[in-house]
Structure formats: structure tokens, C-alpha cells
T-cell receptor
Framework: GAVVSQHPSRVICKSGTSVKIECRSLDFQATTMFWYRQFPKQSLMLMATSNEGSKATYEQGVEKDKFLINHASLTLSTLTVTSAHPEDSSFYIC??????????FGQGTRLTVV | AQSVTQLDSQVPVFEEAPVELRCNYSSSVSVYLFWYVQYPNQGLQLLLKYLSGSTLVKGINGFEAEFNKSQTSFHLRKPSVHISDTAEYFCAVTKGGSARQLTFGSGTQLTVLP
């Protein structure tokens, strides 16, 4: 079946540095991918929609300059958390819609900023 | 816009007992409905989905759900749970015809007790 691979699964970084998270659709093309953020014991909150070949669409309240999204190809979207701070620590998950009938999710990335 | 309500944040149940996780949705248009399972520090795995047709949907791991349009519900059931079913379960909805941008419920933590 279709698979979405997200990397890294876990990252610890120093405050002020930037972290890049990759999301790949392994056996299908995804012109659109979605990035979610999940706080402990809470649901997934959509951060932004990544569009291949055009700018990402951000949800209200999400800082575009803080969370940079690049959809470089039909199988790869990246989320870069710039100048990370402890409050950016969270679980980030990507997803890609498949055949318009479901969405496949990456394994998630646990970001800890110290 | 669509919304999802999961009425129970936590459901403890003994092993081999039946379980029902409740999900209600609201939408002014037709919808697709999904149940996902999330194990600790992992992404989401699709359990089952309702797109159209038969209102009783069977999924993986012995789970099933019934779409009830009049009650706007999509409750998840399993006749006999195992310890390995302990996880977070999310109900999600998207506008019918396009499983792209999902709206998630708040999640239900199912804990199976020995």
C-alpha cells in the first residue's frame, strides 16, 4: 500500500537553531501534503498545506517565517522550524492524500528544543 | 465547514470485553468519515473509512464502524479487545468527494486492562 515516510523520527536541538523535517510519499505522487502539530494528549492541529510548485497555505495563527515549507517535488515536502525555541517542542506529523479517498500519514517527528 | 466530536476522552475496558468509541460529526454537505489509531510516538494508521454505500464498514484488527446519517454518528466498535489495542483513536471527517483536508476529533484514549 501507499506509504509516507517522515524523517527524522526524533530530534533534539539547541534554542536558536533550525531543524528540517522531511516528508516523502514513497510510491505515489502527492501534489499536496499537510503538516500537523500535536501537543501531548491532544488532537492534530493543521498548520499548513504544502503545494508542489507554489507557496504553502498557512492556517490562521501559524507564523510563516517560523515554519518554512518547501514542496520541492511531487514526492517531497519539507518543514523547517527556524530559530527554534522551547515552545516549538512538539510532535509534528505530515500527511499526503491518496486517490482522493484517504490520507496516509508519516511516522511523526518528536522535536525537543533545549 | 465540518466538525467532529469524540464524546469520551478516555475509555478503560477489560481484555476480551466489547468496546464502543463514540464519534459525532456536523456538516452541511456529504462527508467521508475515518477512524485512525495512533500508538505512542507514532503517526496515524487508518483503521477504516466510510465513503459511500454500505453503512457498516469493517476495518483492520477486527474493528468496525457504522455510519448513521440521521444521528450524524460514526461509532467505532470491537466485540473483543486485546491488550495490544491500547492506543489513541481519532475520528476524522472530510468533505465528501475529497479526502484531502481532514478535521480531527479530540481523540479517545482506549486502555485495555488485563
Amino acid at each position: 500500500g501507499a506509504v509516507v515516510s517522515q524523517h527524522p523520527s526524533r530530534v533534539i536541538c539547541k534554542s536558536g537553531t533550525s531543524v528540517k523535517i522531511e516528508c516523502r510519499s514513497l510510491d505515489f505522487q502527492a501534489t499536496t501534503m499537510f503538516w500537523y502539530r500535536q501537543f501531548p494528549k491532544q488532537s492534530l492541529m493543521l498548520m499548513a498545506t504544502s503545494n508542489e510548485g507554489s507557496k504553502a497555505t498557512y492556517e490562521q495563527g501559524v507564523e510563516k517565517d517560523k515554519f518554512l515549507i518547501n514542496h520541492a517535488s511531487l514526492t517531497l515536502s519539507t518543514l523547517t522550524v527556524t530559530s527554534a525555541h522551547p515552545e516549538d517542542s512538539s510532535f509534528y506529523i505530515c500527511s499526503a492524500p491518496y486517490m482522493n479517498t484517504e490520507a496516509f500519514f508519516g511516522q511523526g517527528t518528536r522535536l525537543t528544543v533545549v | 465547514a465540518q466538525s467532529v466530536t469524540q464524546l469520551d476522552s478516555q475509555v478503560p475496558v477489560f481484555e476480551e470485553a466489547p468496546v464502543e468509541l463514540r464519534c459525532n460529526y456536523s456538516s452541511s454537505v456529504s462527508v467521508y468519515l475515518f477512524w485512525y489509531v495512533q500508538y505512542p510516538n507514532q503517526g496515524l494508521q487508518l483503521l477504516l473509512k466510510y465513503l459511500s454505500g454500505s453503512t457498516l464498514v469493517k476495518g483492520i484488527n477486527g474493528f468496525e464502524a457504522e455510519f448513521n446519517k440521521s444521528q450524524t454518528s460514526f461509532h467505532l466498535r470491537k466485540p473483543s479487545v486485546h491488550i495490544s489495542d491500547t492506543a489513541e483513536y481519532f475520528c476524522a471527517v472530510t468533505k465528501g468527494g475529497s479526502a484531502r483536508q481532514l478535521t480531527f476529533g479530540s481523540g479517545t484514549q482506549l486502555t485495555v486492562l488485563p
